[in-house]
């Protein structure tokens, strides 16, 4: 009878913890929601560029800040943390992760590669990179004393960089954008990303934004007491699935 009653309370418990997790769920996923549409498309030099229409909608009753690099998308890659801010030249840190299924119906990871130049064009780049590179260190040695912020100047460049994306989006309202998108796509004169597709083959894709809290760490005080009445979002926001080609 012991024995019964003991793998009773335990089949009840684990019940319990299933229907507490599914709740939590729930809540966790339905704060904040992401849809996400094709308006038009077209054929461009062996690939096919999407136009997307991306709608952030608060589904809750509070007010939220959403850090969103909306300028470009972030490559998937299996080992990426929520709270990876790198700050290279060319990655968007905060940017919107295609998720593409592949045939065995994992995730693909994205690659990077970078355009061939010849030695005069090398040249070219390599001194416009140098200007670019001193041009946006002197802006952030500006934004580190004007924002007095502590630190080496990676932190005021994170910083920077993060404050600058914020998107505030209160109880009941949307945040919409036209996007394009294709499986290959350049950042700069120096760098590409892409996914692998096969020609003439349908792969489903959604978007996925993942925050981390401890990013807000980079924040000053001053600056998150300039969003008083909003909680700063952490977790995860999905979009419905669509279907893409090469």
Known sequence: FHIFVTSYINWIMKKLLILSLFFVFQIFFSQIKMELKIISEKKASHRVIYVLQIDLINESKNNYIVPIDTTDYKIYMSGDKCDDIYRYTDLSDLGMIPMIKDGNDSFMEGLTGAPHFDTEGLDSLIINNKERAEQHREKIKIWKKNHNIKGEYKNADINWYLYNQLKTLESGK?????????????????????????????????????????????????????????????????????????
Request: with cysteine; proline share 1%.
């Open 174 to 246: 949307r945040i919409s954008f036209v996007k394009e998108f294709s499986s290959f796509w350049r950042t700069s004169a120096t760098a590409f990303y892409y996914y692998w597709l096969q020609e003439n083959v349908d792969y489903p894709m959604f978007l996925k934004i993942c925050v981390d809290k401890k990013i807000y760490k980079y924040l000053t005080q001053k600056q998150k007491e300039e969003f008083k009445g909003y909680k700063f979002f952490s977790g995860k926001i999905q979009s419905n699935q669509i279907m893409i080609r090469k």
